[in-house]
């Protein structure tokens, strides 16, 4: 190695590259380019399609303090789940599906459900989050629920599900209504349209 920093230069005279040379630093040059032009793009990107460690299949459950998340392998999974949750006098599912960002949805649903809690510590209302990535092709098990085809007829017969995370209101194993909670700007909103299904504390 010489003054001048180049290994391909011996006293005065520059010496012939090896093989290979200019490639290799051609390509090397070209790859740190690359990821300096892509990596501050990366995690907002990552962060606006919602990617937030929860659509991994790798993931067996979630849990936090306002509710449990576990992943349902197959149809007859999801139609166990959907039985148990609309067994109760009043219910509110969540539909999750793992190929859409979830993490807004699941985030207003749980501050739904704390905060119904909290106002109305002794109703009977039941908040369950439903993995239904099992049954897109058709979702069954949601469309088989009393009170849902007649939504569907008055939505011009089209699906109530989009992967939007749609919340659906049962009152004794009828479906009310179904509506994504993102179309509500706070938890009190939805609050309010539970109420004003004659859901949980204010049920007759």
Known sequence: ?????????????????????????????????????????????????????????????EESSDFTFSRLESAEDVQRAVDQATSRPNSILLVHVDWAPMVHQRQRFA??????ETRYPNSDLGFAYIDCTAITEGYAPLRSLPGWKE?????????????YGELVWCKNGVVLHVESPLNFHSADALIAKTESLTMGSNAK
């Open 1 to 61: 190695m010489n003054r001048s920093g180049d290994p391909r230069r011996i006293g005065n005279q520059r010496q012939p590259s090896p093989p290979g040379y200019a490639k290799r630093y051609l390509a090397q040059d070209m790859t740190q380019c690359c990821l300096h032009a892509v990596l501050p793009f990366t995690v907002p990107l990552m962060v606006l399609l919602g990617c937030d460690g929860m659509n991994s299949k790798t993931q067996p459950a």
């Open 111 to 116: 501050e739904f459900k704390r905060r119904y």
């Open 151 to 163: 939504l569907e007829e008055q939505n011009n017969g089209s699906s109530l599900v989009h992967g």
